[in-house]
């Protein structure tokens, strides 16, 4: 007899949201995939990934995780697929993350020149082996939002790719952010790249109107900003 739906270890290598989160961290999950996880299964039919993506799209106004805000149970067992509990675990998590959100902005650290973020962030990256590039978010008084590692390898201005940075920021709702990374030589001085990509980024934002505010390198337990430098 067949089946009425499978797990997901029936799913391709691929599609198995659990062992992309294992190898790389939650954090490189699409928002689709976090949402697999949460509902586990699919339908004879669909696979969780496909009803994941139809759930980011089901509301007609808020599209994405926005969207999830404003969804009901009702709503959500609309789509064939979702039963009571896997809308009722959907609106759980939405709810922990509204809990956690109002949590982090109560307690979240304020930045107001570069020394504070160097020295918030400088235990955190000082040691890392390779390069990599975090954005940090914050409100109009600098109270920090979010913060994410956006991209890994050795910093060059055609693959740092401003439209992601800008989708995050957009997101979280940030009136601007900065750019952190670290060399693992322990030197911080720019190189040539390091302003080549800040000048791109600096551009890119101004335009969408959520400024680059700063973009600082990480030595070991040394730190050089492009601001201070006069080179944003």
Excluded at 7 to 27: D, I
Excluded at 47 to 60: D, N, Y
Aim: glycine share 6%.
């Amino acid at each position: 007899m067949k089946k009425d739906n499978f797990t997901m270890k029936e799913l391709p290598n691929s599609e198995r949201p659990y062992e992309k989160c294992e190898r790389l961290g939650a954090e490189r999950l699409s928002n689709a995939e976090l949402i697999a996880v949460l509902i586990k299964s699919g339908t004879r039919e669909r696979t969780c990934l496909s009803l994941a993506m139809e759930i980011l799209q089901l509301h007609p106004s808020y599209k994405g995780l926005l969207g999830l805000h404003h969804l009901t149970q009702r709503d959500l067992m609309k789509i064939s697929g979702i039963g009571r509990i896997k809308a009722i675990q959907i609106l759980c998590a939405v709810e922990l993350s509204k809990r956690l959100a109002g949590e982090c902005k109560s307690e979240a650290p304020h930045f107001c020149r570069p020394q504070q973020l160097a020295a918030y962030f400088m235990e955190y990256m000082r040691n890392w082996e390779t390069e990599q590039l975090v954005a940090v978010y914050m409100d109009t008084g600098g109270r920090l939002l979010y913060h994410q590692v956006v991209f890994k390898g050795s910093i060059q201005s055609s693959m740092v790719q401003p439209r992601e940075l800008l989708r995050l920021a957009l997101l979280h709702d940030a009136a601007q952010y900065v750019v952190l990374h670290n060399h693992p030589t322990g030197n911080p001085m720019p190189s040539r790249e390091d302003v080549d990509v800040t000048k791109r980024l600096v551009t890119a934002s101004d335009e969408i109107g959520i400024p680059l505010t700063d973009h600082i390198i990480i030595g070991d337990n040394r730190y050089v900003s492009l601001k201070e430098r006069g080179l944003i």
